[in-house]
């Protein structure tokens, strides 16, 4: 299991940054050499850092199509982990991964880190390190303005759309009798959604808050039924 004991310190950093100021972030001075062998020296050495993130998930990792740049919190704090280590937050590559392939990618050591609103949970945390908690969600439903749908026992028998490989689908499967149809992506889900092919949608609800806004036939309804902290993996 790979121990990210320096990102741990580069995110308490960002909050405290974050926390501290609203004008952009000044470039920092580069982390000194990291003893040979570890994560931090492979990265050092490619001279970029490579984050897997997403590019359908507004509000956090999205394709803004008016600039063709991601955006996002995740995103910026990609970059300020790059700022961090390189002293240059333009030191980052992104790839866009599904869901689904977190995981194997960074098993694979395809990607250094994922940023991509991933859940920390006791069952993926036997499979890979996260970082602390740098937000909390919490899972809700979207669904088209005319629905009667007002909450979770509500979906019984229903067609909700969820990301393959997602806390959000596994919590549906587990908490309702709804008929779960899975997608790739979530934008994908919340096109089947507005296109009529689904009753809702259902995943964290600072995702569907982005949804809502791009989609305003749509709104987010019900309490928050899962507790989803975000780490990064
Ligand atoms: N946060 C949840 C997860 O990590 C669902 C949203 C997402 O696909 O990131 O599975």
């Known amino acids: 299991m790979r121990k990210n004991v320096w990102l741990v310190l580069a995110l308490m950093l960002v909050v405290l940054v974050a926390c501290s100021s609203a004008t952009p972030v000044p470039t920092k001075s580069a982390l000194p050499?990291?003893?040979?062998?570890?994560?931090?020296?492979?990265?050092?050495?490619?001279?970029?850092?490579?984050?897997?993130?997403?590019?359908?998930?507004?509000?956090?990792?999205?394709?803004?199509?008016?600039?063709?740049?991601?955006?996002?919190?995740?995103?910026?704090?990609?970059?300020?982990?790059?700022?961090?280590?390189?002293?240059?937050?333009?030191?980052?590559?992104?790839?866009?991964?599904?869901?689904?392939?977190?995981?194997?990618?960074?098993?694979?050591?395809?990607?250094?880190?994922?940023?991509?609103?991933?859940?920390?949970?006791?069952?993926?945390?036997?499979?890979?390190?996260?970082?602390?908690?740098?937000?909390?969600?919490?899972?809700?439903?979207?669904?088209?303005?005319?629905?009667?749908i007002k909450g979770l026992t509500d979906l019984d028998n229903k067609k909700v759309g969820a990301a393959r490989g997602t806390t959000s689908a596994t919590n549906l499967k587990q908490m309702t009798k709804a008929q779960v149809v899975e997608f790739d992506t979530w934008a994908a889900a919340a096109q089947a959604l507005v296109a009529g092919q689904l009753d809702a949608v259902s995943t964290d609800d600072i995702i569907l808050y982005g949804f809502q806004l791009a989609y305003p036939g749509t709104k987010v309804v019900g309490s928050q039924f899962s507790y989803e902290p975000y780490g990064v993996g």
């Open 33 to 148: 050499q990291a003893p040979a062998g570890t994560g931090l020296r492979k990265v050092q050495d490619r001279g970029k850092l490579v984050v897997g993130t997403r590019s359908d998930t507004p509000t956090f990792c999205y394709l803004n199509p008016q600039t063709n740049q991601l955006e996002g919190f995740d995103v910026a704090l990609a970059k300020e982990i790059a700022n961090y280590i390189f002293g240059d937050p333009s030191k980052v590559e992104f790839k866009i991964i599904t869901s689904a392939q977190r995981i194997p990618q960074l098993k694979e050591g395809v990607i250094d880190l994922a940023i991509a609103t991933m859940t920390i949970n006791e069952e993926r945390l036997k499979e890979i390190d996260f970082s602390v908690v740098y937000y909390v969600a919490g899972q809700r439903i979207l669904v088209p303005q005319a629905s009667t």
